[in-house]
DNA sequence: AATAACACCAACCGCCTATAT
DNA sequence: GATATAGGCGGTTGGTGTTAT
């Protein structure tokens, strides 16, 4: 089956947008909206198929956008929601504001990937590699192997905990519900204008899905719960976010800023904006700057999943 | 100066989901 | 309930600019 592909008319041209085309899908958005994008080419004059128009405006043209180098907190942002939501470019590009998803995830695949990479760290599990030259060097693979192990149980337990706070934040927001059942349309309003603009605000895509909530409330579905675990769940990845951070900064930041070469490069000249762009494998073979990347990747990443400092068995 | 190799990113493609009929 | 359609998402590609040889 499968759906026919909607440019398949012939005539429709396809390629890189002349400034032409831009003005043209701009005004016409300006002046009316995009409404339905299938009939918005024709209306606008353009000989494109609409779902490219949708890409043009929600990539390039929106006035929202934010374009150029992403600077130290949104590279921060991106791995630690890489590692929580996996290649969720949407979701990621909700927590990014005027970022969009496909720079966000052609971002991640040009830079981010390849930094993880040097360092000796998978850029899915986000988990040092085992057979990586940098630890059969022997210097820390025991260690390393350990660490990982230990962060495996670590994420479990904040998954874990994550939920028992997701689950007691639903329950208040159901609280906030039946408590305002008088009046159910004031509360659906509350919550579905507020979130909704905000969502159109930061993203023109998705928000994370959130099966597990999600089912919790099949049943009784309403629009209004549907917004309720979406408000949460939103809270949820920004506080995570926000522990993370307060993990990350001595941690993964220390990394990436005082680490050296390729790394800190960017990042400094991302402050300064003087610096050239970064070039790749600038003279940095030195294992030893590796091995210290590694131990201190792991140290943010266990400085995420664990942040409170009273509950802890030393890590090291 | 020529050109090969690499890096970057805009845009396309195919699939999936939600919604309308 | 079945089917068609639109919108959205993520993976991938191809053009272009930059750097290295």
Known sequence: MGRSPCCDKMGLKKGPWTSEEDQKLLAYIEEHGHGSWRSLPEKAGLHRCGKSCRLRWTNYLRPDIKRGKFNLQEEQTIIQLHALLGNRWSAIATHLPKRTDNEIKNYWNTHLKKRLVKMGID????????????TSLGGISKNAATLSHMAQWESARLEAEARLARESKLLHYQTKVSSSSSSPHHHLNIISSSDQQQQQLESPTSTVSF??????????????????????????????????????????????????????????????????ETSGGGGGDCNDYYEEDNKNYLDSIFSFVDPSPSDSTPLF
């Open 123 to 134: 850029p899915v599990t986000h988990k040092p590699k085992n057979e990586t030259p940098l």
């Open 211 to 276: 099966s597990e909530a999600r089912t919790e409330f099949v049943g009784s579905s309403s629009s209004t719960c549907l917004n309720i675990i979406k408000e949460a769940e939103n809270d949820w990845i920004s506080s995570t976010i926000h522990e993370f951070e307060g993990g990350v900064e001595e941690g993964l930041t220390g990394l990436l800023l005082g680490g050296g070469d390729s790394l800190g490069r960017s990042f400094s000249a991302d402050k300064n904006e003087t610096a050239g």
